[in-house]
């Protein structure tokens, strides 16, 4: 594995909550009306320090939808989804 290059975002922020890495900038934010079965979640325009998991088809309340699981890259943990496009 080579070297981590972490980004560090400047103003109001969205961070890993294990090791607080900087995922998010608050107005790259495109929409707060999502629910996952966590609870609430949001829907980003842009995020940074994350890595990418596999491509699957999962159910969702809106129907199914290929989405890949995203991953903080401080500390690996789950910090939510992304659709994909075919």
Known sequence: M????????????????HCHTHLALYDDIYSKTFHCRHGKAYLFNKVVNVSIGEMEDRQM???????ADIF???????????YVRL
Do not use: A, D, P
Not at 74 to 79: F, H, K, L, P, R
């Open 61 to 67: 309340m809106t129907g199914l939808h290929t989405v």
């Open 2 to 17: 080579g070297r981590l290059f972490v980004v560090n975002l400047e103003g109001k922020i969205y961070s890993c909550k």
């Open 72 to 82: 903080c890259v401080g500390c690996g943990s789950i910090v939510g989804w992304q």
